[in-house]
């Protein structure tokens, strides 16, 4: 019994999606948005509708969050390996993972020709939020998923990402975006 307890106890410590971690979450979502949970004279409703709609993204946030940490999603190639869609593949792995969205085009039977691999506001910039909710869905639940025109395949799929840690953020610019680069765009 002792020794389960102890193993739990463990398991938690390495799990990337913790308590601690929602509740940091939440933390920082009313530090970050403290003008909205502090009431300011008159206009109670509005003030209502902005927390709700505070709230909701807080909860889509956490929950796409605990959906990658936890649950199996596609698996994503790079060049010398797989990011495993299973995160409990390796129960060690200290890395933090978010939600991508993959996008694979293919015509016929031949190789794909674009492999990507895109942030939600990516996908929102280029392709507009009706293309995200029809092919991926909020939480990627439509996924996979993939539609053919013609001779013309383009396969949806979520993925695990690894999060940068800050000192690979510090090092890019402001203007660059880290992109992924699929094995079949060699």
Not at 90 to 95: E, F, L, Q, S, V
Not at 108 to 133: C, M, Q, T, Y
Request: charged share 25%.
């Amino acid at each position: 019994m002792a020794n389960d307890e102890y193993l739990d106890i463990n398991q938690a410590a390495n799990a990337t999606f913790t308590t601690e971690r929602l509740r940091n979450l939440v933390i920082d979502h009313v530090i970050d948005n403290s003008a909205l949970f502090l009431p300011q004279g008159p206009g109670a409703a509005e003030h209502l509708l902005k927390l709700l709609d505070s709230l909701e993204k807080m909860g889509q946030k956490i929950a796409t969050e605990a959906i990658t940490n936890r649950q199996n999603l596609s698996p994503l190639p790079t060049f010398d390996s797989i990011i495993q869609p299973n995160p409990e593949h390796d129960i060690t792995d200290p890395a933090r993972y978010e939600m991508r969205y993959r996008l694979v085009e293919q015509i016929g039977d031949e190789a794909p020709f674009k492999d990507e691999v895109l942030s939600r506001a990516e996908v929102e910039k280029e392709h507009g939020i009706e293309f995200f909710n029809a092919y991926w869905g909020e939480m990627g639940e439509k996924c996979p998923n993939n539609v053919t025109t013609g001779d013309r395949t383009l396969w949806f799929t979520a993925v695990r990402y690894p999060v940068l840690d800050q000192s690979a953020t510090q090092s890019i610019s402001s203007n660059e975006t880290p992109r992924y680069r699929a094995p079949s765009n060699r």
